[in-house]
Nanobody, 120 residues
Framework: QVQLVESGGGLVQPGGSLRLSCAASGSIFSINTMGWYRQAPGNQRELVAAITRGGSTNYADSVKARFTIARDNAKNTVYLQMTSLKPEDTAVYYC??????????????WGQGIQVTVSS
């Protein structure tokens, strides 16, 4: 009964910016790490950025200094601000979160994915 819903994707020109959002809803007791992965055609899914509940962040080398991850714990939402976008950033972006529901353990949940296309 947990859902992650992404929004904010689309088509943007090289050098442009986009902001992705992902809201978690359902029977949520606590959320640990939240993050974004991406998968381009023919490639494996790769980590883009992650953020802990306390705000510690981790980025893929390819996006450092261009992307910023942030979260709003009160809204169970994670954001990915993407700037200086390049054609190689084109991919389906997936939100993920490690969530504790009624059980004492945490499980990983995924959004449905959202397309980001960088092209002139």
């Amino acid at each position: 009964q947990v859902q992650l819903v992404e929004s904010g994707g689309g088509l943007v020109q090289p050098g442009g910016s986009l902001r992705l959002s992902c809201a978690a809803s359902g029977s949520i007791f606590s959320i640990n790490t939240m993050g974004w992965y991406r998968q381009a055609p023919g490639n494996q899914r790769e980590l883009v950025a992650a953020i802990t509940r306390g705000g510690s962040t981790n980025y893929a080398d390819s996006v450092k200094a261009r992307f910023t991850i942030a979260r709003d714990n009160a809204k169970n939402t994670v954001y990915l601000q993407m700037t200086s976008l390049k054609p190689e950033d084109t991919a389906v972006y997936y939100c993920t979160a490690r969530i504790q529901t009624r059980s004492p353990r945490y499980d990983d949940y995924w959004g449905q994915g959202i397309q980001v296309t960088v092209s002139s």
